[in-house]
């Protein structure tokens, strides 16, 4: 089939370069002309492991442009994946995929095109989608559409760092649609994953249990709230684990043996039960804001969601508040950050969490000093009012600190030579953010070891 995905982004890349290797003919649009270079050019603009390797792998079937002119025209199924980040009222922000949507409107040429909002976007926004594709379609051709279009949803479940394997090996694959060709068109579309017939990436092996992929069909509404439904249990998961690490803190149990022994029970599974500083990222916090903002315009209160989202809120003052119960003063101390990306295997910093934790600390006089083995040089353009306060390396951080707090779990910090380290600080006291290293080790080596919760 004929494709064409507008936006570059990282579910955008992904979705384009995983139908072309499975054989699709894909067309990505983007505006940013530096970043469709680069693509051109081989080079993914985002870290995500493997994605030079599928982008070299599908070159023959994938190209990029920033003109809808080339895309659009002619595609069998445009997908539009541009980002809808919150408002300051908790609302997606829509003037991206509507921009998106009438330019696809002006050049979509039949004679049958499903437009697909790949874009996390509040329910009813598939009708919205559909009302400006037909004015754009009107105002460019002169005429109605009659049957060139329809409008269908296909919400994404990626996981920043696998989503080249969640995308190839996914759980279920969600298509809404209140048109039966548009299920045909996608139903075709998908087949290769639906299947499993296509052959695997040899970086990317298919895991050996998985057989055919389940595949909803439904209506544009259903599709919608599947992708909020989800994502806000998910964050629930999280903080009901955060929050029963709080009271095993108090009661002296161990989180991880409670966060085992929970998971353990097939109704609930181990999955996103991992104890800390919280979540992050581009998904989570914007679309548990949207759900809440969405049912309160149906006079609908959600307040588990609201409940996981001041958790969330609290786990990284949390991390503030251990420093200032173990150090007393903090005014003029130097913190160390390890991890500034959101988690690990991947440069995301959106909502991160340790970039919110070096905020408090600064506002408390702190002397903060900050790395990441992947995300540093985001960092600095992202935010360059922090910049300054980057390391070149992790032993860096912890040189005449008074604490060292572990963010990322990233694998490179969990190798560090910690025995070596902890004479180069001031004082050794270390918060492991994540629960991810050996509390039992740390102390005998000499650290004054911390944790969130229990």
Known sequence: MKVCVVGTGYVGLTTGACLAYLGHDVTCVDLDAA?????RAGRSPIYEPHMDELLAEAAERLRFTTEYAEAVPGADVVFIAVQTPSLPDGNPDLRYLRSAAETVGEHVAGPFTVVVNKSTVPIGSGNWVDAILRESFERAHGRRPDGAFAVASNPEFLREGVALFDTLYPDRIVIGSDDPRSLHVLNELYRPILNQSFTPPTFLPRPGE????????????????????ANAFLAIKISYINEIGRLAGRVGADIMEVARGT?????????FLEPGVGWGGSCFGKDTAALITTAGEYHHDMPIVQAAREVNARQRRMVVDRLLDELRLIKGRRIGLLGLAFKPETDDLRDS????????????GARVALHDPVAAERFRRERPDLARHLCDSAEAVFDDSDAVVLV???????????????PTMRTPVLLDGRHCLDAERMRRLGYRYLSVGG
């Open 263 to 271: 998971g353990l029970d097939a109704r609930i599974g181990p999955r």
């Open 35 to 39: 970043k469709v270079e680069s693509l």
């Open 408 to 422: 990322t779990k990233w694998s490179h910090y969990l190798d560090l030579d910690w025995g070596k380290l902890l």
């Open 210 to 229: 998985l057989g055919a992929v389940p595949m909803v069909s439904t209506d544009l509404a259903s599709a919608e709230l599947i992708k909020y439904a």
């Open 353 to 364: 969490p340790a970039t919110d934790i070096a905020e408090q600390l600064i506002a408390h």
